[in-house]
């Protein structure tokens, strides 16, 4: 049987026939005088990439893992187009956005489907949290389709990802209401553990620190992830009281600007003119703002 006959024979098969069966599949593809770098390629002619296809099909992390191990991808950093030839627009509920529709990523693929535990192995084997392809990184590839979620959320945050990847998004996160992403993305960047081993150790070390010096350090911190005015117009024009509060509380710009944005935007006024008591407390409570 030639190559191309056995690809063809049980390309559509091969994890139910093979799936908690390594040493089976191997034997197969010696008996059929294949390596599988040979059969990776014949799927490609077939516009599919096995790793992605065995993912995306929930096969085992065995099989996962033999198909990394003996592969011989040079990285698995890389894009892989179903349809090479069809270049469009595709529509998505945040946008219209130009590139492949059907390019996909090993582990943009793994996280889309929270599948963890494959994630963690493609990291292992040099994956990079942080790639970007031709369009985009993961965060706009999971929250373009719609896929961003609080699991697979805190786990790519868990990993590293870069917090630039974040600023675009934010006005999108207030316009859909999504105020849990803004909490968990903000406690993840501002105030986390390194932040607060360095002002242990400032007071362990004696050295003292005028309150002006602290609000520099935490004026730092919170500059971290910057907020764009943007971010602001979309949550009073979605009336998004809460997210305007999320803002206000992580934004590290100085009292003056803040006042700005909040009198530039009449959130003051918005507040009392939709009877929104938590958001009219929040603002006068708050020294920062001179209300």
Known sequence: MNSLT????IKSNFITLYND?????????KENNISLKEWREEWQKDKKDILIYAIEHKASYEIINYIIQYGQYETLNYTFYDNKEHYSHYETIHGTFGGYSDYKTPLFIAVLNNNFKIADLLIKNKADINYFTRFENIVDFLYNLNFLNIQNLKYILSRGIKAEYFLIHIPSFINDFENDFLNI?????IFDNAFILNILNIYKSKETLSQKQLQEIIKKEKNKIYIHDFAYKNAIENENFEGIMILLENDGRDEETLF???SNYKILEKAVERNNSKLFQFLRCNKKFYI
């Not at 056995?6 to 024979?9: H, L, Q, S």
């Not at 069966?21 to 593809?29: A, E, P, R």
Request: net charge negative; proline share 0%; glycine share 4%.
């Open 6 to 9: 056995y690809f063809e024979d």
């Open 21 to 29: 069966n390594i040493i089976g599949l191997s034997n197969y593809l």
């Open 185 to 189: 993305i903000f406690r993840n960047y």
């Open 260 to 262: 700005d944005i909040i």
